[in-house]
């Protein structure tokens, strides 16, 4: 007996492990996809919807590990922050234009994950389907943690901008009004796939 319990939990330590790895991975491809913003140092990425995707399925303290596995890849010089001439490699990134928005993904990804977590246990969430609760609560309580992921993101880029410029007003002109758009985007994507998935996801980490 004591010999399957010890299995199981290895093989469900294994299966959080693979999580982790590929959802910083995820955010890492999604890092490549970029597009260049007149007027603002700070390209447009698929990165912040990856980061809220990954805190969203793998929950509070799994996506935050994801998240942090992702900056540690990064500041040891692997290829997995978006490429730009105009932005510092490696370790370096972390403390240029962009570097407030990559060390607030953890948090980012933790807040999200806390704030969907089913309000019932993920295995009966999982069977159950509808989550355990009214669908329009469900939506509404993933679509506050969505939003709040991307303050969250925003926030830190705005405090690094504003740290680099000296002026929150041209912090903000540089790496928030250019972004509103796409967040909307992102919140009408996220909100409907997290909703979904997030039960059954949960069950099996």
Avoid: C
């Amino acid at each position: 007996m004591e010999r399957v319990a010890f299995g199981v939990r290895r093989a469900a330590f294994g299966v959080r492990v693979f999580a982790v790895v590929v959802g910083a991975l995820l955010v890492a491809a999604a890092a490549q996809v970029s597009i260049p913003l007149p007027g603002t140092p700070v390209p447009m990425t698929l990165q912040p919807m990856a980061v809220l995707l990954v805190g969203g399925l793998l929950g509070a303290r799994l996506g935050a590990l994801s998240m942090i596995l992702y900056l540690a890849m990064g500041a040891a010089g692997l290829p997995v922050f978006t490429p730009s001439p105009l932005l510092l490699p490696g370790i370096g990134r972390l403390f240029g234009q962009t570097g407030g928005y990559l060390l607030a993904y953890p948090i980012a990804a933790y807040a999200v994950g806390w704030l969907t977590q089913p309000v019932v246990p993920p295995l009966r969430s999982a069977e159950r389907g509808s989550g355990g609760e009214d669908t329009g609560r469900r939506w509404a309580r993933v679509a506050l943690g969505v939003l709040a992921g991307l303050v969250l993101i925003h926030l830190g880029g705005l405090a690094q901008l504003a740290i680099l410029t000296g002026n929150l007003s041209a912090a903000a002109r540089f790496g928030t009004v250019p972004f509103l758009l796409g967040d909307l985007l992102k919140i009408a994507v996220l909100v409907p796939v997290l909703a979904k998935l997030t039960p059954t996801i949960r069950a099996r980490l």
